[in-house]
């Protein structure tokens, strides 16, 4: 009898192998196969030659998911890889879609989520502590949701006055999204609003920018940027000449004067 299979989710972080956590370290080397969107694979370098790796566009989430369920109740050890956190538009949601509609088998399979740390994390470290208060994550891919619904959160958050993290911004394919979310949050918030840019956070190409929200615009990203827009208590404490503001939202609401 073979022994029992096993299937961890891995979250990377955001950049380089010092955001990478001990125990997600330990489910990668325990890894028999390690499955993943190509770019982040490669971020893992050489594997041992007992290791195979599988990867995959960045598209193909379910099938992926998929893929690694199946040999998980082969018995393979299999690592799941995502960047930044697993379960924050990532691939922890798509594994457990896929044991949902798939084998029934597969809801008796050891499954395992090591958290990273996500994108909005990181670029709230560096830029100081925007996320002091209160906040909320807004993709704003429209592949697995329609714009509408994008539109009424985007304005639901911006009305209820949260920062707000937006993942996905823009890409080749959906090049106008973010200049229509940013029009959005210019309908709700003081044109003196922070909004930061952060690029590639942690990794060698790391950018961050932070402008006020009236001139914020779409060219300041790409899909390896993290916008996040500040609330109406965010605040830019100002440094030495030459040097980016620290950017924070107090704890309590309208407090920190």
């Known amino acids: 009898m073979s022994a029992p299979g096993r299937l961890v989710i891995v979250g990377l972080g955001p950049g380089g192998p010092h955001w990478l956590t001990p125990a997600a370290r330990a489910a990668l080397d325990g890894a028999s196969d390690l499955i993943g969107y190509g770019p982040y694979l490669d971020r893992l370098g050489d594997l041992r030659p007992d290791q195979r790796r599988h990867a995959s566009d960045n598209r193909v989430e379910l099938e992926r998911a998929r893929h690694a369920l199946t040999l998980a109740a082969e018995g393979r050890r299999v690592a799941v890889v995502s960047g930044g956190d697993p379960g924050v538009f990532a691939m922890a949601a798509a594994v457990f879609e896929a044991v949902e509609g798939g084998d029934p088998a597969w809801a008796g399979l050891d499954i395992h989520v090591e958290p990273g740390v996500t994108a909005m994390l990181a670029a709230a470290a560096r830029a100081g502590a925007p996320l002091g208060g209160d906040f909320c994550a807004i993709s704003l891919s429209d592949n697995l949701k329609p714009w509408e ?12 006055d949260f920062v707000i993290c937006l993942y996905n911004p823009i890409s080749r394919a959906r ?20 909004v930061i840019f952060a690029r590639a956070v942690g990794r060698a190409d790391e950018k961050l920018t932070v402008v006020p929200l009236a001139e914020a615009a779409g060219g300041l990203a790409d899909m390896a940027t993290l916008v996040i827009i500040g609330a109406s208590t965010t605040r830019c404490v100002r440094r030495s000449a030459g040097e980016r503001p620290w950017v924070y939202t107090p704890r309590s609401y309208g407090g920190g004067r």
């Open 149 to 160: 619904v994008l539109e009424k959160r985007l304005a639901a958050a911006l009305s209820a």
């Open 175 to 194: 090049p106008w999204q973010l200049g229509r979310a940013l029009a959005i949050a210019r309908e709700h918030r003081a044109p003196e609003t922070p």
